[in-house]
């Protein structure tokens, strides 16, 4: 249902308990019916590009949800609700206006991909490194000042992107601890520990962007 013109997502779809994917990309939608939390059986969602500012407390009911795509749009905040897609192992919400994430994000135990690449970020909640599983993190073009210490928990953390993430941010020590890492991106404002050039391995590139 990509590139439909479609203003609002047809009734007709709700009636459908089994489906497991949903393409909705490149349309008009500015906002989702409560009714989405009816698609207990969809494992992904394709939003992006459409006019959405917020999605309903319902996506929480989405069980099975694996992806979760909606970048291209004007969200501005995330419902708590979201830490109730206990399966969810994809959030990409690149080019939208968020400024923060909610600290429930934090209940994500599968999450291995979070895209937050041009937003307006300016805090990340500690919460973010209860995701023990989380494998590539994208801050790029942001506005953040630093990332909590309490990301030193993502050990499996293999590419961590942060090239205009904001002025002057800083990687706490705690990164030092990383054996998964291979890709980190930055940019010169970027401050990096020391223990992370020193103890830079060939596995582990660094990009100044």
């Given at each position: 249902?990509?590139?439909?013109?479609?203003?609002?997502?047809?009734?007709?779809?709700?009636?459908?308990?089994?489906?497991?994917?949903?393409?909705l990309?490149?349309?008009?939608?500015?906002?989702?019916?409560?009714?989405?939390?009816?698609?207990?059986?969809?494992e992904?969602?394709?939003?992006?590009?459409?006019?959405?500012?917020?999605?309903?407390?319902?996506?929480?009911?989405l069980?099975?949800?694996?992806?979760?795509?909606?970048?291209?749009?004007?969200?501005?905040?995330?419902?708590?609700?979201?830490?109730?897609?206990?399966?969810?192992?994809?959030?990409?919400?690149?080019?939208n206006?968020?400024?923060t994430?909610?600290?429930?994000?934090?209940?994500?135990?599968?999450?291995?991909?979070?895209q937050?690449?041009?937003?307006?970020?300016?805090?990340?909640?500690?919460?973010?490194?209860?995701?023990?599983?989380?494998?590539?993190?994208?801050?790029?073009?942001n506005?953040?000042?630093?990332?909590?210490v309490?990301y030193?928990?993502?050990?499996h953390?293999?590419?961590?992107?942060l090239?205009?993430?904001?002025?002057?941010?800083?990687?706490?020590?705690?990164?030092?601890?990383?054996?998964s890492?291979?890709?980190?991106?930055i940019?010169?404002?970027?401050?990096?520990?020391?223990?992370?050039?020193?103890?830079?391995?060939?596995?582990?590139?660094?990009?100044?962007?």
């Open positions: 249902m990509s590139r439909q013109g479609l203003k609002e997502i047809p009734d007709e779809v709700f009636e459908m308990k089994h489906l497991k994917i949903l393409k990309y490149g349309n008009k939608i500015d906002s989702i019916s409560p009714r989405i939390g009816e698609l207990v059986n969809l992904k969602l394709y939003i992006g590009k459409n006019n959405l500012t917020h999605f309903p407390a319902e996506i929480g009911e069980k099975n949800l694996k992806l979760l795509s909606a970048q291209y749009n004007e969200i501005q905040y995330l419902t708590g609700a979201i830490g109730k897609l206990d399966n969810l192992e994809e959030l990409i919400l690149n080019q206006r968020l400024k994430i909610p600290v429930e994000i934090g209940k994500l135990k599968n999450l291995k991909s979070l937050l690449n041009f937003n307006f970020m300016t805090y990340l909640p500690p919460e973010l490194g209860n995701c023990t599983n989380l494998e590539f993190l994208m801050l790029n073009r506005m953040i000042e630093k990332l909590p309490e030193g928990k993502l050990i953390l293999k590419e961590l992107y090239a205009g993430a904001g002025n002057l941010v800083e990687i706490p020590e705690s990164f030092c601890e990383f054996r890492l291979y890709t980190l991106e940019d010169r404002y970027t401050l990096v520990p020391p223990c992370m050039w020193v103890h830079k391995t060939n596995q582990l590139r660094i990009y100044v962007r």
